[in-house]
T-cell receptor
Framework: DVKVTQSSRYLVKRTGEKVFLECVQDMDHENMFWYRQDPGLGLRLIYFSYDVKMKEKGDIPEGYSVSREKKERFSLILESASTNQTSMYLC?????????????????FGAGSRLTVL | AQSVAQPEDQVNVAEGNPLTVKCTYSVSGNPYLFWYVQYPNRGLQFLLKYITGDNLVKGSYGFEAEFNKSQTSFHLKKPSALVSDSALYFCAVRHPDTGGFKTIFGAGTRLFVKA
């Protein structure tokens, strides 16, 4: 019954390394999102995508990029990891087509990827 | 600027007692309001939402929330807490004019239910 899958639950990387976080959803959702979760700060939106090959910056895009080559897959890329990017990363998806249904406007989240940058 | 405030970092309640987790928001117009829950080592799960209509909305696991427009609040409630309700709770708000993309989350409130 898993609907949003994040490929890595735990990663440990070194400063300066390139990091890829992968997210796949099987609900045919148009919208996909990357958030980071930090204690006391809640969830902050990094990037989102509302269609294949489309991307928009969220509130904290600096140091990150994204890729959406297929509808079901949304990747977050840290070009050169830094220690301040140590965090829990959450992928989510939603759909336009849910309008009028109980699932309308609701985000479905993956289990999260905890990244530690040393 | 839009914002969501959860004034309590932590709420402690005894099993069987009623619980309230507070949320206030600052968004113009008529926002959509949500509660999500995060159990240990798991992703966020949707609990309930308010879009329009009745100010009292019911959600999963016996939770409910009351929308109060004059106080710009959306407090989460449950009449009788269970130990298994212990988790991290997030209030979230989405302005309907943002095309569904900008859901803003509060900082979270950790709920501890003691047996």
């Amino acid at each position: 019954d898993v609907k949003v899958t994040q490929s890595s639950r735990y990663l440990v990387k070194r400063t300066g390394e390139k990091v890829f976080l992968e997210c796949v959803q099987d609900m045919d959702h148009e919208n996909m999102f990357w958030y980071r979760q930090d204690p006391g700060l809640g969830l902050r939106l990094i990037y989102f995508s509302y269609d294949v090959k489309m991307k928009e910056k969220g509130d904290i895009p600096e140091g990150y990029s994204v890729s959406r080559e297929k509808k079901e897959r949304f990747s977050l890329i840290l070009e050169s990891a830094s220690t301040n990017q140590t965090s829990m990363y959450l992928c989510a998806s939603s759909s336009y087509r849910d309008r009028g249904t109980p699932g309308a406007n609701v985000l479905t989240f993956g289990a999260g990827s905890r990244l530690t940058v040393l | 600027a839009q914002s969501v405030a959860q004034p309590e970092d932590q709420v402690n309640v005894a099993e069987g007692n009623p619980l309230t987790v507070k949320c206030t928001y600052s968004v113009s117009g008529n926002p959509y309001l949500f509660w999500y829950v995060q159990y240990p080592n798991r992703g966020l799960q949707f609990l309930l939402k308010y879009i329009t209509g009745d100010n009292l909305v019911k959600g999963s696991y016996g939770f409910e929330a009351e929308f109060n427009k004059s106080q710009t609040s959306f407090h989460l409630k449950k009449p009788s807490a269970l130990v298994s309700d212990s988790a991290l709770y997030f209030c979230a708000v989405r302005h309907p004019d943002t095309g569904g993309f900008k859901t803003i989350f509060g900082a979270g409130t950790r709920l501890f239910v003691k047996a």
